[in-house]
């Protein structure tokens, strides 16, 4: 069927553009706030509506799960209007619940079930669960299809008892989290221990490669990947299995990449290797009816420390692109007009983010009013910083009454800014929210459930079952457990053969041999559940039979509670994931709660301030957004102050903070800070002085040049300052940057509310704001 000809109307021009594309690569470079996910969506609907592609050879790759879901949410939306339109004549939101239903079932069944959309570990991790058992690595290690992922916890675990127990090191002299960061690191960049030894000879090098070699060798032998390997795995397996990789290409035809400037090599491999089918020769490259569609944007590249590497983006017109200068070439589209912020705010950012030299050139142009002035606050320390940010926070929400606490957010590089806010907040009782805490999947009682499950999925995975044989407690003790974990390890068989064997459990159990043949037994029938039981059923299962709840219960305390609440929520999102997803199995969900993140919680529309970090912020807006504790050595980082493009991050971290905003923008710096104990002295930030200081308020007493006149600018240290300026007259000559001489001819407002009427030759009369707009007044 013919796209409708108003299908694009809500599309501006070079959105437009993006989406009407076909075959062939394109780069996106859309700004912060210039509608990405809208391009997004509105691509995938046309690719299907328009040029008829099959839902299920189009691959989508979000930086969250969240993004993911929301982008199945806006396409869905667009089919059901259309068939709302074609089959009622009206409105979706017309229509009745029954009617409702029915559409959203025919494209759910028809179109975004199909459709691959998540994140790069998710998908992938999905591609695993089809051919990990054809991929062998170079040492011979296997897995097979039910394999476990390992959160990070499991991974310290591992790596913690390598260094302590197995290699018996001093763990102050090699951390195993340091080492955990090194083997990390190696494999987001695609490098094996051997390749690591190669490029680290020295002894500290070679003991990383030996704890990596066996690292490696405890995750096959628990049927394990970790979240590296998830990304790593799939490009080896398409490296040496031609066919495996064929298959995956002819998959996927048109292949959409969000957050490009976020990816790091291995991924960028992945996508490479899929996209060329592995041919490195651009001549042999077959663009019909195929297509590579990154967006993103070089400005906000802030996740260095995660192996991203933003030269992937620009690089993209030499791997992919004609190579060709902006004004000429095809395969790039600017997406510049926000939708987001107001016009003093953009202004701002533009300016800031222009001390950069490593970006593709673009401005962000403001399709809203100039809105209120940036007011930077100079306080005197940190609590003087909480007490100004919290009263202005109460101002405007008594002001406001449309906002609400979650309208408000605290944005801050690291995490311990976050403690004058809190003590602050408690203390005018305003709920809050840190983002990046305590993680609903890093609960014990949560992990403790899904190590059970994850158990019974895949009976190799002893880190999941050393973790629940004995929780609640069974009287298996501890020197049993290493009986049985060594016999297991000198016959290189998983701990769960072992107990599955009675002879075995009757030799080394001791006084525990009946609790580990209760456990033993409740697990087996548990197991011969998962083919006929839903996942919630087996949860509900394994709590009661594992004596779990029973346990809590007899506690009685309201910890006790709280965590039964978890567990009675954990069935919540069993039942959740498997409404909404196609692969519902409990080996689907596992994979899902293993890679869930602390962004994809966010409630943005919360009756809570939200606290977070800079990195922390990224793809999130509030209408007001305050950027704390902006000090040299702080914003920009300490570490960075030597470095030109560790600089040039930290400046693409404030860039970010600033256009978070969507109403008002509150910039903050303390003159002394406690730093481990001791009260320092405090510069403000470069990147306030990089600001236009047109754009700006302060509390401070400043001063500015004007057209060959100095002015004053006194401001208040109240949280509410006030301007004083040179007052304006109906008939003052001015001249503005970009329309001209003109003539005041009405004055509107005052004080900071203050407007001018200015007639301009050839242009009429504009309503303009003297404090925020280019001008400046003429001698009369």
Known sequence: ?????????????????????????????????????????????????????????????????????????????????????????????????????????????????????????????????????????????????????????????????????????????????????????????????????????????????????????????????????????????????????????????????????????????????????????????????????????????????????FTILLNFQTDFGDGLPDEDTRTMVKLEENYRSRENILQAANQLIENNSQRIEKTLKATRGLGEAIYCYQADDERDEARFVLTKIRQLRQDNPELNWGDFAILYRTNAQSRSFEDELIKCNIPYNIVGGFKFYDRQEIKDALAYLRVLANPADTVSLLRVINTPRRGIGKSTLDSLLQAAQGLQVPLWEILQDETSVNTLGGRAVKPLRRFVEMMQTLQGQLATQSAVEILEAVLEQSGYVFDLEQKGTEEADNRLANLGELKNAIQQYQEENEDNSLLGFLGNASLASDLDDLQEDSEKVSLLTLHSAKGLEFPVVFLVGMEQGTCPHLRSLNDPLALEEERRLCYVGVTRAQEQLFISHAQQRYVWGSQETKIPSQFIKELPPELLESNRQTRRHTGGREQMKTRSSSASPRLVVVPWRVGDRLVHRNFGEGTVTHLLGQDRKLNLGVKFPGLGTKIINPSLEPIQRLDS
């Open 1 to 309: 069927m013919t796209v409708p000809l108003d299908f694009l109307a809500q599309l501006n021009p070079s959105q437009r553009t993006a989406v009407q594309h076909f075959c062939g690569p394109l780069l996106v470079v859309a700004g912060a706030g210039s509608g990405k996910t809208r391009a997004l969506t509105y691509r995938i609907a046309y690719l299907i509506r328009h040029h008829r592609v099959d839902p299920e050879n189009i691959l989508a790759v979000t930086f969250t799960n969240k993004a993911a879901k929301e982008m199945k949410e806006r396409i869905e939306s667009i089919f059901v209007q259309e068939m709302a339109q074609q089959q009622f004549g009206q409105r979706f939101e017309l229509l009745g619940e029954y009617e409702q239903r029915k559409l959203t079932s025919q494209v759910y069944k028809t179109v975004t079930k199909k459709l691959w959309i998540g994140t790069f570990h998710s998908l992938f991790a999905r591609i695993l669960r089809f051919d990990i058992n054809k991929y062998q690595d170079e040492r011979g290690r296997t897995w097979t299809r039910n394999f476990s992922i390992f959160d990070e916890n499991d991974v310290q675990s591992l790596i913690k008892n390598i260094v302590t127990k197995k290699m018996n090191l001093d763990d102050k002299k090699f951390d195993p989290r340091s080492i955990r960061y090194q083997i990390s690191n190696a494999k987001n960049l695609g490098v094996l221990p051997e390749q690591y030894l190669q490029e680290n000879p020295g002894y500290k090098g070679r003991v990383i490669a030996e704890v990596y070699q066996d690292y490696q060798s405890e995750l096959a032998a628990n049927n394990a990947l970790d979240f590296d390997d998830l990304i790593l795995v799939p490009v080896r397996l398409f490296q040496q299995n031609e066919s495996v990789l064929g298959y995956w290409h002819q998959q996927f035809c048109h292949i959409l990449v969000d957050e490009y400037q976020d990816t790091n090599r291995i991924q960028y491999n992945l996508i490479r290797l899929l996209v060329t089918n592995g041919e490195n020769r651009r001549e042999s490259w077959d663009w019909r009816n195929r297509s590579i569609f990154v967006v993103g944007d070089a400005d906000q590249s802030i996740y260095s420390f995660r192996m991203a590497d």
